[in-house]
């Protein structure tokens, strides 16, 4: 079992950055694949980034490369989401989820491969 709580979010200007934090409790985040989900109001859960247990491998969906940086610090069992020049529709409620992996360089992309999420934080970019 891993519970996993988001941190960071909240109300920012365009252009503007945010971090992201997820942190999980166990000893066993160094085994987890991660990633970011965001869903906006009225739409489906969408995938941010992702990233493989090792940290090795890495994913970040089209609209938020050169932006948007996922990383992880495994010694701290801590996930993080480095946002910059954010735009208003990035605006969203985003979540963390994690999930086993027995390779060090595999990430997933589709959410419903993840078995543990947290309870999201409010991102809001005003224009």
């Known amino acids: 079992q891993v519970q996993l709580v988001e941190s960071g979010g909240g109300l920012v200007q365009a252009g503007g950055s945010l971090r992201l934090s997820c942190a999980a409790s166990?000893?066993?985040?160094?085994?987890?694949?991660m990633g970011w989900f965001r869903q906006a109001p009225g739409k489906e859960r969408e995938l941010v980034a992702a990233?493989?247990?090792?940290?090795?491998?890495?994913y970040h969906t089209d609209s938020v490369k050169g932006r948007f940086t996922i990383s992880r610090d495994n010694a701290k069992n801590t996930m993080y989401l480095q946002m910059n020049t954010l735009k208003p529709e990035d605006t969203a409620v985003y979540y963390c989820?994690?999930?086993?992996?027995?390779?060090?360089?595999?990430?997933?992309?589709?959410?419903?491969?993840?078995?543990?999420w947290g309870q999201g934080t409010q991102v809001t970019v005003s224009s």
């Open positions: 166990g000893r066993t985040f160094s085994s987890h694949a």
């Open positions: 989820a994690a999930k086993f992996s027995g390779t060090s360089s595999t990430y997933y992309i589709i959410p419903g491969s993840y078995p543990y």
């Open positions: 990233i493989s247990r090792s940290g090795v491998g890495t």
